[in-house]
Protein backbone atom coordinates (compact mmCIF):
# COMPACT_ATOMS: atom_id res chain seq x y z
CA UNK A 1 0.00 0.00 0.00
CA UNK A 2 1.48 3.29 -1.14
CA UNK A 3 1.88 6.51 1.45
CA UNK A 4 -1.20 8.06 -0.28
CA UNK A 5 -3.20 5.62 -0.29
CA UNK A 6 -2.73 5.07 3.52
CA UNK A 7 -3.92 8.67 3.67
CA UNK A 8 -6.80 8.52 1.99
CA UNK A 9 -8.32 5.21 4.20
CA UNK A 10 -7.42 7.27 7.07
CA UNK A 11 -9.30 10.38 6.35
CA UNK A 12 -12.67 8.45 5.00
CA UNK A 13 -11.75 6.74 8.13
CA UNK A 14 -12.02 9.74 10.44
CA UNK A 15 -14.48 11.36 8.44
CA UNK A 16 -16.93 8.35 8.54
CA UNK A 17 -16.53 8.69 12.56
CA UNK A 18 -17.67 11.95 12.39
CA UNK A 19 -21.10 10.39 10.68
CA UNK A 20 -24.02 8.66 12.71
CA UNK A 21 -23.69 5.13 13.34
CA UNK A 22 -27.21 4.07 11.28
CA UNK A 23 -25.51 6.36 8.43
CA UNK A 24 -22.18 5.48 8.68
CA UNK A 25 -22.00 2.44 5.99
CA UNK A 26 -24.25 4.55 3.34
CA UNK A 27 -21.63 7.30 3.57
CA UNK A 28 -18.57 5.13 2.74
CA UNK A 29 -20.18 3.13 -0.03
CA UNK A 30 -21.41 6.52 -1.68
CA UNK A 31 -17.58 7.84 -1.15
CA UNK A 32 -15.64 4.72 -2.04
CA UNK A 33 -17.52 4.48 -5.14
CA UNK A 34 -16.39 1.69 -7.19
CA UNK A 35 -13.65 1.17 -5.43
CA UNK A 36 -14.51 -1.82 -3.16
CA UNK A 37 -11.19 -2.63 -1.80
CA UNK A 38 -10.88 0.86 -0.52
CA UNK A 39 -14.40 0.16 1.17
CA UNK A 40 -12.54 -2.94 2.38
CA UNK A 41 -10.17 -1.50 4.29
CA UNK A 42 -12.74 1.14 5.66
CA UNK A 43 -14.95 -1.27 6.83
CA UNK A 44 -12.26 -3.18 8.58
CA UNK A 45 -10.99 0.07 10.35
CA UNK A 46 -14.73 1.23 11.58
CA UNK A 47 -15.69 -2.75 12.50
CA UNK A 48 -12.60 -3.01 15.43
CA UNK A 49 -13.77 0.44 16.80
CA UNK A 50 -17.30 -0.51 17.05
CA UNK A 51 -17.10 -3.55 18.28
CA UNK A 52 -19.71 -5.01 15.86
CA UNK A 53 -20.34 -8.82 15.49
CA UNK A 54 -20.98 -8.13 11.53
CA UNK A 55 -19.09 -6.67 8.99
CA UNK A 56 -20.23 -5.52 5.63
CA UNK A 57 -17.61 -6.67 3.09
CA UNK A 58 -18.67 -6.21 -0.43
CA UNK A 59 -18.82 -8.39 -3.48
CA UNK A 60 -21.16 -6.11 -4.94
CA UNK A 61 -23.58 -3.51 -4.61
CA UNK A 62 -27.36 -3.35 -5.44
CA UNK A 63 -28.75 -0.75 -7.80
CA UNK A 64 -29.34 1.62 -4.79
CA UNK A 65 -25.67 1.62 -3.39
CA UNK A 66 -26.29 -0.82 -0.52
CA UNK A 67 -24.18 -3.53 0.20
CA UNK A 68 -24.48 -6.88 -1.51
CA UNK A 69 -22.15 -9.64 0.24
CA UNK A 70 -21.73 -12.86 -1.20
CA UNK A 71 -21.92 -16.06 1.06
CA UNK A 72 -20.61 -19.67 1.31
CA UNK A 73 -23.51 -21.38 2.30
CA UNK A 74 -23.04 -25.15 3.37
CA UNK A 75 -25.99 -27.11 3.28
CA UNK A 76 -26.89 -29.33 6.52
CA UNK A 77 -25.30 -32.84 6.16
CA UNK A 78 -22.67 -31.78 3.51
CA UNK A 79 -18.99 -33.34 3.70
CA UNK A 80 -15.97 -31.17 3.74
CA UNK A 81 -13.52 -33.85 3.45
CA UNK A 82 -14.08 -35.85 6.88
CA UNK A 83 -16.31 -33.27 8.39
CA UNK A 84 -20.28 -33.49 7.88
CA UNK A 85 -21.98 -29.96 8.22
CA UNK A 86 -24.64 -30.26 11.47
CA UNK A 87 -26.16 -27.55 11.57
CA UNK A 88 -25.09 -23.33 11.55
CA UNK A 89 -23.55 -21.47 15.02
CA UNK A 90 -23.32 -18.26 13.85
CA UNK A 91 -22.30 -15.70 11.15
CA UNK A 92 -20.19 -12.82 10.45
CA UNK A 93 -19.22 -10.11 7.94
CA UNK A 94 -16.40 -12.52 6.58
CA UNK A 95 -17.17 -16.12 7.45
CA UNK A 96 -19.81 -18.64 8.44
CA UNK A 97 -19.47 -20.77 11.45
CA UNK A 98 -20.94 -24.16 11.49
CA UNK A 99 -20.77 -27.02 13.75
CA UNK A 100 -19.61 -30.48 12.29
CA UNK A 101 -18.22 -34.06 13.15
CA UNK A 102 -15.19 -35.46 12.62
CA UNK A 103 -16.22 -38.88 11.08
CA UNK A 104 -12.58 -40.25 11.52
CA UNK A 105 -12.28 -39.20 15.26
CA UNK A 106 -16.12 -39.16 16.05
CA UNK A 107 -15.44 -35.66 17.82
CA UNK A 108 -17.55 -32.32 16.83
CA UNK A 109 -15.89 -28.96 15.60
CA UNK A 110 -16.54 -25.76 14.77
CA UNK A 111 -15.53 -25.19 10.61
CA UNK A 112 -15.62 -21.45 9.87
CA UNK A 113 -16.13 -20.76 6.01
CA UNK A 114 -15.01 -17.93 4.44
CA UNK A 115 -16.01 -15.96 1.70
CA UNK A 116 -14.38 -16.39 -1.18
CA UNK A 117 -12.44 -13.48 -1.39
CA UNK A 118 -10.62 -13.89 2.25
CA UNK A 119 -8.38 -16.29 1.53
CA UNK A 120 -5.59 -13.71 3.03
CA UNK A 121 -7.32 -12.98 6.26
CA UNK A 122 -7.79 -17.04 6.43
CA UNK A 123 -4.27 -17.60 6.08
CA UNK A 124 -2.90 -15.21 8.69
CA UNK A 125 -5.20 -17.00 10.76
CA UNK A 126 -4.17 -20.20 10.31
CA UNK A 127 -0.53 -19.61 10.97
CA UNK A 128 -1.45 -17.32 13.71
CA UNK A 129 -3.60 -20.34 15.37
CA UNK A 130 -1.23 -23.38 14.24
CA UNK A 131 2.16 -21.39 16.13
CA UNK A 132 0.51 -21.03 19.80
CA UNK A 133 -0.51 -23.72 22.16
CA UNK A 134 -2.04 -22.24 25.51
CA UNK A 135 -5.52 -23.50 26.95
CA UNK A 136 -6.98 -20.24 26.70
CA UNK A 137 -6.45 -19.77 22.88
CA UNK A 138 -8.82 -21.68 20.28
CA UNK A 139 -7.19 -24.85 19.04
CA UNK A 140 -6.56 -25.04 15.43
CA UNK A 141 -7.37 -28.77 13.94
CA UNK A 142 -7.17 -28.44 10.58
CA UNK A 143 -7.55 -26.18 6.81
CA UNK A 144 -9.06 -26.41 3.64
CA UNK A 145 -10.27 -25.09 0.74
CA UNK A 146 -13.72 -25.61 -1.49
CA UNK A 147 -14.64 -26.18 -5.33
CA UNK A 148 -15.72 -22.41 -5.28
CA UNK A 149 -12.42 -21.18 -3.78
CA UNK A 150 -13.68 -20.41 -0.28
CA UNK A 151 -11.29 -21.22 2.59
CA UNK A 152 -12.04 -22.89 6.15
CA UNK A 153 -10.87 -23.34 9.25
CA UNK A 154 -11.86 -26.19 11.41
CA UNK A 155 -11.13 -25.54 15.51
CA UNK A 156 -12.47 -26.73 18.71
CA UNK A 157 -15.87 -26.30 19.31
CA UNK A 158 -16.47 -23.62 22.35
CA UNK A 159 -19.86 -24.14 24.21
CA UNK A 160 -20.74 -21.21 25.92
CA UNK A 161 -21.23 -17.68 25.24
CA UNK A 162 -19.13 -14.47 24.21
CA UNK A 163 -18.09 -12.14 26.69
CA UNK A 164 -20.20 -9.42 25.85
CA UNK A 165 -23.43 -11.76 26.96
CA UNK A 166 -21.46 -13.28 29.79
CA UNK A 167 -20.86 -9.56 31.69
CA UNK A 168 -25.16 -9.01 30.95
CA UNK A 169 -25.56 -11.32 33.90
CA UNK A 170 -22.07 -11.67 35.99
CA UNK A 171 -22.09 -9.79 38.71
CA UNK A 172 -19.55 -11.48 40.44
CA UNK A 173 -16.12 -9.55 41.31
CA UNK A 174 -14.00 -12.77 41.94
CA UNK A 175 -15.41 -14.94 38.77
CA UNK A 176 -14.62 -11.23 36.51
CA UNK A 177 -11.07 -11.27 37.96
CA UNK A 178 -10.59 -14.72 36.67
CA UNK A 179 -12.05 -14.28 33.15
CA UNK A 180 -9.30 -11.28 33.77
CA UNK A 181 -6.43 -13.06 34.20
CA UNK A 182 -7.29 -15.74 31.78
CA UNK A 183 -7.52 -13.40 28.80
CA UNK A 184 -4.50 -12.07 29.83
CA UNK A 185 -2.48 -15.40 29.89
CA UNK A 186 -3.58 -15.78 26.33
CA UNK A 187 -2.63 -12.61 25.16
CA UNK A 188 0.54 -12.82 26.83
CA UNK A 189 1.34 -16.29 25.50
CA UNK A 190 0.96 -14.75 21.99
CA UNK A 191 2.83 -11.55 22.62
CA UNK A 192 5.63 -14.08 23.75
CA UNK A 193 5.00 -15.87 20.09
CA UNK A 194 5.93 -12.40 18.57
CA UNK A 195 2.02 -12.62 17.69
CA UNK A 196 -0.26 -9.33 18.21
CA UNK A 197 -3.87 -10.09 18.07
CA UNK A 198 -4.83 -6.64 16.63
CA UNK A 199 -8.69 -7.31 16.85
CA UNK A 200 -9.10 -8.10 20.75
CA UNK A 201 -13.04 -7.42 21.77
CA UNK A 202 -15.88 -9.08 23.39
CA UNK A 203 -17.47 -10.81 20.66
CA UNK A 204 -13.64 -12.36 19.76
CA UNK A 205 -13.40 -13.88 23.32
CA UNK A 206 -15.98 -16.88 24.69
CA UNK A 207 -16.36 -18.17 28.29
CA UNK A 208 -17.03 -21.91 28.29
CA UNK A 209 -19.62 -23.34 30.39
CA UNK A 210 -17.10 -24.64 32.93
CA UNK A 211 -15.62 -21.02 33.08
CA UNK A 212 -12.34 -21.33 30.63
CA UNK A 213 -11.57 -18.67 28.96
CA UNK A 214 -11.25 -19.39 24.88
CA UNK A 215 -9.51 -16.45 22.91
CA UNK A 216 -10.43 -16.64 19.28
CA UNK A 217 -10.36 -15.19 15.97
CA UNK A 218 -6.47 -14.43 14.69
CA UNK A 219 -7.75 -13.26 11.33
CA UNK A 220 -5.72 -9.92 11.93
CA UNK A 221 -3.01 -11.17 13.86
CA UNK A 222 0.38 -9.71 12.77
CA UNK A 223 3.42 -11.61 13.58
CA UNK A 224 6.35 -8.92 14.92
CA UNK A 225 9.92 -9.31 13.15
CA UNK A 226 12.42 -11.88 14.74
CA UNK A 227 15.45 -10.26 13.52
CA UNK A 228 17.15 -7.19 14.72
CA UNK A 229 17.04 -5.58 11.51
CA UNK A 230 13.25 -6.00 11.46
CA UNK A 231 13.33 -8.55 8.35
CA UNK A 232 11.44 -11.78 8.84
CA UNK A 233 10.72 -14.15 6.03
CA UNK A 234 8.18 -16.05 8.40
CA UNK A 235 5.97 -12.56 9.01
CA UNK A 236 2.36 -12.93 9.09
CA UNK A 237 2.73 -8.88 8.91
CA UNK A 238 0.19 -7.79 6.56
CA UNK A 239 0.68 -3.57 5.29
CA UNK A 240 -2.29 -3.40 3.65
CA UNK A 241 -4.45 -3.49 6.93
CA UNK A 242 -3.36 0.21 8.41
CA UNK A 243 -3.46 -0.09 12.45
Known amino acids: MTPERFRQ ?7 AMEVGADDRDSYVVAACGDDKEMYREVALLLAQ ?5 VLPIP ?5 RGRVSPVRTIVETGTKLGPYQIVGLVGEGGMAMVYRARDVRLGRVV ?33 VGSMPNGASFLVTELVEGETLREWVKHSHDWHCKMQVIQQMSAAIRAAHE ?21 KVLDFGLAKRLPSSPDGKDDQTATDLSLPG
Open 9 to 15: IEQLYNA
Open 110 to 142: AIKVSDGQFGQRFEREARAISSLNHPNICTLYD
Open 59 to 63: KDLDQ
Open 193 to 213: AGIVHRDLKPANVMIRTDGLV
Open 49 to 53: DTSTD
